[in-house]
């Protein structure tokens, strides 16, 4: 009795430590080939949850307006890299093809060398790319008063391309760009005149965090107050830009016509004042209320008084309706 113990204890244990077992049938020990694999195959929902998707909105210019709109998207993350990481990658691809209005403002050479978060601020080293000349600017650009004030203006709205769709993230106050100038992938504060004209190269000022500017996105209201200034400033050109190609009221004409009509109407804009936006329920409409005086060559004058102002959103861009152009305009 005791041998039979002994050997069923001895059988367990050499089982235990070949990986055999028994045949009920055969009542023999079996082996498990020595090249069986001993990992479990990754599945393919299993690779797919190494990425996970996040909603961002990114911010390009409207055509040449200087101004920058949205363009919301899902965004693939993969689980190595940082979200916001990834949002500064999309901004530089620039926007999709069903935003044909929208164009990409920082250089797509630019890479992302690292992010990183202190106190509630993104840090980001770009590399040197992100500081480049545009490709359209003259080879003797920093004679040209026009450039001197583009080349910074275009700089600047690409940051804030950045600090808008990182801020709207919901975790950061502010972003500081550090740029990698010289090819060491380490990133330094540069100097505040490559993002301003009006700031010298030769006082060594450094750009500090960069805070949100909502003066340079089209939101309803800064919408109106862009157009307002194009009327004063008679630029027709950026005027029809915001202007929607039509909505239930009627449409934009032909931008020649547009051009003439507005060329043909003798009075200034001199002094406005834009109140703050109704959206809708469905937020694919706005209301703004403007104020404004309008003068004349005879001297004279005329005020308009919280006239609604409507606009459309096409997409994720807001457009004036033409109609509520014409109501402004009215008899002018």
Same mark, same amino acid.
């Given at each position: ?6 050997f ?21 020990? +079996?082996?498990?080939p ?9 599945? /393919? ?12 909105n ?22 190595d +890299?940082q979200?916001e990481?990834t949002?500064i ?7 999709s093809?069903?935003?044909?209005e ?5 250089? /797509?050479?630019t ?10 601020v993104?840090m ?12 359209d ?8 008063a ?19 769709a990182? +801020?709207?993230m919901?975790?950061y106050d ?6 990698d ?6 990133g330094e504060?540069?100097e ?20 949100r500017d ?13 157009a ?8 027709w ?9 039509g ?9 020649d ?6 060329s ?13 936006a ?9 209301t ?10 005879d ?8 006239l /609604?102002?409507?606009?459309?959103r096409?997409?994720?861009?807001w457009?004036?309706?033409y ?10």
């Amino acid at each position: 009795m005791k041998r039979r113990i002994a050997f069923a204890a001895g059988l367990a244990a050499l089982m235990l430590l070949t990986g055999c077992s028994l045949d009920p049938l055969s009542g023999r020990l +079996t082996t498990p080939p020595p090249d069986s694999p001993t990992y479990q195959p990754v599945s /393919p929902s299993a690779e797919n949850a190494a990425r996970s998707e996040l909603r961002a909105n990114l911010y390009f210019e409207l055509q040449d307006t200087g101004m920058l709109s949205t363009e919301g998207c899902q965004i693939d993350v993969k689980s190595d +890299t940082q979200p916001e990481k990834t949002v500064i990658e999309a901004l530089i691809s620039g926007p999709s093809a069903q935003s044909p209005e929208l164009k990409s403002i920082i250089s /797509p050479d630019t890479t992302v060398i690292s992010v990183d978060t202190s106190d509630g601020v993104l840090m980001v080293t770009l590399s040197s790319e992100f500081l480049a000349v545009p490709s359209d600017a003259p080879a003797d650009w920093e004679s040209d008063a026009y450039w001197t004030a583009e080349i910074p203006r275009r700089r600047y709205l690409a940051l804030q391309s950045i600090v808008c769709a990182i +801020t709207d993230m919901g975790e950061y106050d502010g972003v500081q760009i550090m740029v990698d100038t010289d090819g060491d992938r380490v990133g330094e504060r540069v100097e505040r005149y490559y993002f301003y004209s009006d700031a010298s190269e030769t006082d060594g000022t450094l750009m500090d965090v960069a805070h949100r500017d909502e003066s340079v996105v089209l939101t309803p209201r800064n919408t109106v107050d862009a157009a307002l200034g194009y009327i004063q400033g008679k630029d027709w050109d950026s005027l029809y830009e915001l202007l929607a190609p039509g909505d239930i009221n009627g449409e934009r004409p032909a931008y020649d016509k547009f051009a003439s009509d507005m060329s043909a109407r003798a009075y200034t804009l001199s002094e406005y004042q834009v109140g703050d936006a109704m959206v809708s329920g469905d937020g694919q409409s706005a209301t703004v209320c403007v104020d404004a005086q309008f003068s004349f060559r005879d001297a004279s004058a005329r005020d308009v008084s919280a006239l /609604p102002i409507r606009l459309v959103r096409e997409g994720e861009v807001w457009k004036i309706a033409y109609a509520s152009l014409g109501g402004l305009l009215e008899g002018f």
